[in-house]
């Protein structure tokens, strides 16, 4: 059949130049090649023997070996070509001579082949007169024809945009950027290994829900056509783990995409991975511990190390972490103490102009605390830091805390000015739950973030669940503490981004 290949044609001349060689090749596409050894494994195969040969021995076996990856160098010299390839375990160098392949075949590879191609080789191992480890070719196959050109001749995909929206090019062309998602892939198994020692259950609950509740966050909203229902992505998953709580599981965690709409920047993206754990008859104080233990033995076996280096400083996982009151927190960087003269939102906002701080204005006492917090006192936060003690109006979930009935037993964890995890002693009583989502309902006209009310979940709590202590915690972010990244979009493989103009 006669393909239209205007399209391909429109990317410039390379293309149409590499589009024009398939004709050399019975077929472009092969559905399988064959490889035995990866480059890594050819490496250290000729290591091993080289250990076991006696010094002066001139005869040396052959070590037969079949790999393949993507050319990503290629350097003829006549009669003979040098080339790299590389796969998912790293680079080894190929050498093709004339006089062992035959002319054609010779001729083939250096017409038919371009940069960027995946090839197959079979031959021997040997060293180069610089060291190098080489496979000498006695065969090769083209595994797969790349018709466009790879970017910037492999020395490095440079622009974000185009790394963001075509990861495809960043990974290909960067090690490093794989090598962070490799680590990044680590992290996530390291933090369930972790969880699962400590006797929790992975669980799954729906991703599509038909009232969002669990943070204070704008949802995103859809449709289903045969139900002919609003339903909404998930802003956590919080109120469906504590009802298999109350279902009888003491400890249980979910790792999954959570969905918020909202602003994007080097620290929010509007789908983002969290971690979220329950622990029967624990409290904000044993979800502490686990916090630190379990992000500091992250560390220990990423890094080799619980001292990390982000974005230019020192920060110290090692455990205990820093304990600071909220009050007090704001008290040392703002000089205003909220509860002994500010205690409603006028007099705290009217206090704020006076001292010509640079907060929004919030819609209650409560957000305004949490705005004053993140201006002034998050930002400063080097080493991981547990801020405890909220104002009730901010966390409708959480369990009064009985020395201040004003806050609630939740803490926030800081790390370089960032905010990585959220937790709380559970409110479990179902008379004073429904009573905290009637009141968020009294300011949902101007509050969007306000909690909806799920009166399913106040009637899970009437069948009683135990005291219970509950983490949230930001995957991606933790992840870029641990590979240095400045961004979340350098740590999601696909990060939203603005459709181009």
């Known amino acids: 059949m006669e393909q239209d290949l205007t399209y391909f044609y429109e990317f410039g001349e390379q293309v149409e130049q590499r589009i024009s060689k398939l004709a050399q090749f019975e077929t472009a596409y092969p559905p399988r090649v064959k490889r035995q050894h990866t480059s890594t494994q050819a490496i250290k195969l000729l290591e091993m023997a080289e250990a076991t040969w006696p010094t002066d021995s001139a005869d040396k ?5 079949a790999v393949a990856g993507r050319l990503v160098g290629i350097r003829v010299m006549g009669k003979t070509a040098f080339a790299h390839i590389e796969d998912g375990s790293g680079r080894l160098q190929i050498y093709l001579r004339q006089n062992d392949l035959g002319d054609e075949a010779y001729h083939h590879f250096k017409k038919g082949f371009d940069l960027g191609d995946f090839i197959a080789a079979q031959g021997y191992l040997f060293r180069t007169k610089m060291g190098e480890i080489s496979v000498h070719v006695t065969d090769f196959q083209l595994a797969t024809k790349a018709i466009h050109p790879p970017p910037e001749k492999w020395h490095g995909l440079k622009d974000l945009e185009t790394r963001y929206r075509q990861r495809y090019l960043d990974l290909s062309s960067n090690a490093e950027v794989r090598a962070v998602f490799a680590k990044r892939s680590k992290i996530v198994t390291l933090m369930r290994r972790y ?35 609003r339903l909404y992505l998930r802003i956590s998953d919080e109120l469906y783990l504590k009802r298999l709580i109350v279902g009888g599981f003491e400890k249980v965690y979910e790792i999954c995409k959570d969905f918020r709409n909202e602003g994007i920047s ?104 949490t705005e004053i917090l993140g201006e002034y006192v998050e930002p400063g936060i080097t080493h991981p830091t547990f801020i405890y003690n909220y104002p009730i109006e901010v966390s409708p979930l959480s369990k009064q805390n009985p020395a201040d009935p004003r806050m609630v037993e939740r803490f926030e964890v800081f790390v370089a000015g960032m905010e990585i995890g959220n937790a709380y002693s559970e409110l479990n009583d179902p008379i004073t739950q ?42 991606d972010r933790v992840v870029m503490l641990l590979t240095d990244q400045p961004s979340i ?6 990060p939203h981004m603005r459709p181009r103009e």
Not at 273 to 290: F, G, H, I, P
Not at 340 to 355: I, N
Not at 489 to 494: A, E, S, T
């Open 61 to 65: 076996p052959h070590i037969d070996v």
């Open 266 to 369: 080097t620290k929010h993206n509007p789908e983002f991975t969290m971690m979220e754990c329950y622990w029967a008859y624990a409290d904000y104080q044993d979800m502490m511990t686990l916090t630190e233990q379990m992000i500091a033995g992250i560390a220990q076996e990423i890094l080799g190390a619980t001292q990390v280096m982000f974005n230019g400083q020192l920060l110290d996982f090692t455990p205990p972490w820093r304990r600071l009151n909220l009050v007090e927190a704001i008290r040392e960087k703002t000089e205003i103490d909220i509860f002994e003269t500010y205690g409603d939102v006028d007099a705290l906002w009217a206090e704020c102009q006076k001292l010509k701080l640079k907060v929004a204005p919030q819609p209650s006492w409560g957000k305004l605390v």
């Open 195 to 229: 969880l699962d020692g400590q006797g929790f259950l992975e669980v799954e609950t729906p991703t599509l829900q038909p009232i969002y509740g669990g943070a204070m966050a704008r949802p995103f909203v859809t449709h289903h056509n045969a139900l002919d229902m």
């Open 434 to 475: 429904r009573a905290r989502f009637l009141q968020q309902q009294t300011t949902a006209d101007k509050d969007a973030e306000a909690h909806a009310m799920d009166e399913d979940y106040v009637f899970a709590l009437m069948q009683g669940m135990p005291p219970t202590g509950g983490l949230g915690i930001g995957v």
């Open 489 to 494: 979009r350098d740590v999601i493989l696909f």
